[in-house]
């Protein structure tokens, strides 16, 4: 997703948002544009700004990030961008589905996904979008 504002943004799905059990008071009014992954139009709900926690086995981190609060289905809970990786020391890597940062301690945190949750979750998108595109 892009913000036409600065072209970055960390995003937050709604589903996420409700899950998490916050309250749509939270939310702060954004003006700018998200373009989705599509380049449809994406509905911003607003903006909130939480603080996120990094962690794996050993170790800790955390910073508050800006998040864009958007109403489109996603096998993702959020997004995040440039920004808030590079402030964070960030390395992804997609192939290998992790991410390694610094810890306050100087350590390394590792983040890691399971494939058979990503599968499942991708399975289930595809499930959801085939019962929204059938005509009754």
């Known amino acids: 997703m ?23 008071d939270q939310l702060r009014p954004y003006d700018g ?14 903006y909130v700004e939480l603080r996120t926690t990094f962690a794996d086995e050993n170790t800790i981190r955390t910073i508050t990030i800006r998040y864009i609060v958007v109403n489109v289905p996603s096998t ?5 961008d ?9 390395v992804a890597s997609k192939a290998h589905m992790r991410m390694r940062l610094p ?23 595809l499930k959801n979008k085939d019962l929204q595109n059938r005509v009754v």
């Open 33 to 46: 544009c998200l373009v989705g992954f599509a380049g449809d139009q994406v509905e911003v709900r607003g």
């Open 82 to 90: 440039r920004p808030s990786l590079n402030r964070l020391g960030a």
């Open 2 to 24: 892009v913000s036409h504002e600065n072209d970055s943004a960390d995003v937050i799905f709604w589903e996420t948002f409700v899950n998490l059990q916050l309250s749509p």
């Open 76 to 80: 993702y809970n959020l997004l995040l």
């Open 103 to 125: 810890s306050e301690e100087g350590g390394v945190i590792t983040i890691k996904d399971d494939q058979k949750a990503v599968r499942k979750r991708y399975e289930s998108s």
